[in-house]
């Protein structure tokens, strides 16, 4: 994904694989990308998915010598083969499809533009997460920033959708947008270690303990909020680390550095919601805001709170036009404001949480 090589002159070749005909159909074998030495391969185990791929699919990062060697029909000429994202076994066994990829080597973005990518998935069981990788001007391929985006899924007419927006914060910079695509977190096993909070201290975090008169002690006690740390961070975001990689489109930004900072959903909630807005993570002393979330294939009703820095809780109104939840509010307070919703086992949860600083 880091090669900037561009035109109709073939390089010179710096890989091989093999390929096998079986009754007459003609399937491929990288036993070096299928390595558990490979950087790629997720927790050092081998991939299977190397061992007799379709030429089809491999064609996206395997690009023969000879076209006879494509064994597709038409041949995908080299200038095609440059557009095409660099995609990993988990772009094929989730079914990503990018719908909306323009027909450019590589994303270009100016200023504090911001750019949707939209895709769809296997199904509602997988999840997305995304991040801009920046690397050093110099070339050297070094990583010198990684940056959130916000990914959010929505089933819509029996498809999972996903939308992914993208900005970058840095003037003149390059690097790779990073895909990434897996079971949602609730779905995964269970690892030892995990711990499952009580609701009824989940209650109690969120300052529902009956016989509390003193709520200046509460101020800024974010960690009264399951999931939520110190900072007012939620805790339980998705990472690189969440999901395999899927796929990986070079991107480029030109001049001034005032991207947002996206805000970044709880991957841990049993239910799902999309927030329409604010889609900035930074809010702003003084300024009047607009909430507004989704929830995602769920037609229950659901009670979501905006809790201030100081603990004041502010109740989300039901919209029935598109079943969503709506809110206005003016921000007085320096802090996080958390976003949070109840559920009958758990209490209540954290579903965004945004700052003020």
């Known amino acids: 994904p880091l090669d900037t090589y561009q035109g109709a002159v073939m390089p010179a070749a710096n890989h091989v694989w093999n390929a096998v005909c079986l009754d007459g159909e003609y399937r491929l074998v990288d036993t070096a990308c299928a390595a558990k030495s490979h950087p790629l391969n997720a927790e050092s185990k081998t991939d299977s998915w190397f061992f007799m791929s379709s030429p089809k699919d491999t064609l996206f990062t395997h690009f023969p010598v000879s076209v006879s060697n494509q064994f597709v029909d038409p041949v995908v000429p080299l200038s095609v083969f440059w557009m095409l994202p660099y995609v990993r076994p988990t772009y094929f066994q989730a079914k990503v499809k990018l719908l909306n990829l323009p027909h450019v080597p590589r994303l270009e973005l100016r200023d504090d533009q911001v750019t949707p990518l939209v895709l769809c998935v296997r199904d509602s069981t997988l999840s997305v997460f995304a991040e801009v990788e920046l690397h050093d001007p110099s070339g050297s391929g070094r990583i010198v920033a990684r940056q959130p985006l916000l990914a959010q899924c929505m089933d819509y007419k029996g498809k999972r959708m996903v939308k992914v927006l993208v900005g970058v914060r840095g003037a003149d910079v390059r690097g790779l947008i990073k895909i990434y695509c897996g079971t949602r977190l609730p779905l995964q096993p269970k690892r030892p270690g995990d711990v499952v909070q009580s609701p009824g201290k989940a209650q109690k975090m969120l ?35 969440t999901f395999p990689l899927a796929c990986v489109l070079p991107v480029v930004h030109q001049g001034r550095n005032n991207a947002p900072t996206f805000v970044q959903p709880n991957a841990a909630l049993p239910n799902e919601f999309y927030i329409k807005e604010p889609t900035d993570g930074q809010l702003h002393l003084g300024e009047s805001i607009s909430f507004h979330l989704l929830p995602v294939g769920d037609e229950r009703l659901f009670h979501l709170q905006l809790r201030s820095p100081s603990g004041q809780q502010y109740k989300f109104i039901y919209q029935p036009s598109d079943q969503g939840y709506i809110l206005r509010h003016t921000v007085k307070e320096r802090g996080a404001w958390i976003i949070v919703y109840h559920t009958d086992t758990d209490g209540w949860l954290p579903i965004a949480s945004y700052h003020c600083i």
């Open 207 to 241: 300052g529902f303990l009956q016989g509390s008169k003193d709520k200046r002690s509460l101020s800024h006690d974010y960690t009264r909020v399951k999931d939520v740390d110190e900072e007012g961070n939620i805790k339980t975001v998705a990472t690189a680390k």
